[in-house]
């Protein structure tokens, strides 16, 4: 059977099979194309590597999004990792990728020897994953590409849940996903979302924080109508 070959994003938000030809990068020249999970590059086609719907973003990063527990690194994703272990140059970072990352001592902001984190067994990390491919573990750095901090680093106190990585996918989705936006207006709360299928809620009373994890996980199956009903009936619970 004939791969299909679609114009530029022609099958965005439409389900692929792997061997899908999603993109012709000769019909895009002069254009930065940034793949995600579930793509990979064919001589001059972009094809997919698994089953999901291909999802962009802008300007021009592409992937593959699919509801599965397993996570697969790439480079830019954004992840919660728990500290597993600590060495002299490295903190070994559980991502739920098929082998640990590492995250170097010195990818901080302003990251000297004299002034490396000390994080115990357990530490949960934000960070960005920089380096990732199929034979070495991945690598992490709690700065953004303009090494500066801004949102990564260690999360303190709050909670942190497991989801599929389509979740969380929609949950970093523009506009603002239907349930974010509906607790958003009623409650005060933080939130980091991995790629790696994992969420961090922390807000100012314990009840709030159960609110906000329970409508996020209820959240996956629900249409944005569904979603903004939902939260109403957690929050009338609440009341």
């Not at 994003?9 to 930065?32: K, R, Y």
């Not at 802008?58 to 830019?76: F, M």
């Amino acid at each position: 059977m004939d791969s299909r070959k679609p114009p530029p994003s022609a099958l965005v938000d439409n389900h692929v099979v792997p061997g899908d030809v999603v993109l012709d990068l000769a019909e895009m020249t002069n254009q930065t194309i940034k793949l995600g999970a579930g793509l990979r590059q064919d001589c001059d086609t972009i094809q997919a590597t698994s089953a999901g719907r291909l999802r962009l973003s802008k300007p021009n990063k592409y992937w593959v999004e699919s509801s599965q527990k397993r996570y697969v690194p790439s480079v830019e994703d954004a992840v919660l990792g728990v500290v597993v272990d600590t060495k002299p140059d490295n903190f070994l970072v559980d991502i739920k990728g098929p082998s640990l990352a590492f995250l170097p001592v010195l990818a901080f902001e302003g990251g000297t020897r004299r002034n490396i984190p000390k994080f115990e067994i357990g530490t949960l990390i934000y960070a960005r994953v920089v380096k990732a491919n199929s034979i070495m573990n991945p690598e992490l750095s709690c700065m953004d590409a303009t090494g500066k901090a801004a949102e990564f680093g260690q999360l303190k106190d709050g909670y942190m849940f497991d989801t599929s990585t389509g979740l969380s996918r929609m949950l970093l989705s523009s506009p603002t996903c239907p349930v974010l936006e509906a607790l958003g207006k009623k409650l005060s709360f933080e939130i980091a979302v991995g790629l790696n299928g994992r969420v961090w809620v922390n807000a100012p009373s314990p009840s709030n924080v159960i609110v906000v994890s329970n409508a996020i996980i209820k959240s996956e199956s629900l249409s944005g109508i569904g979603q903004r009903s939902m939260v109403e009936s957690l929050l009338e619970r609440l009341s």
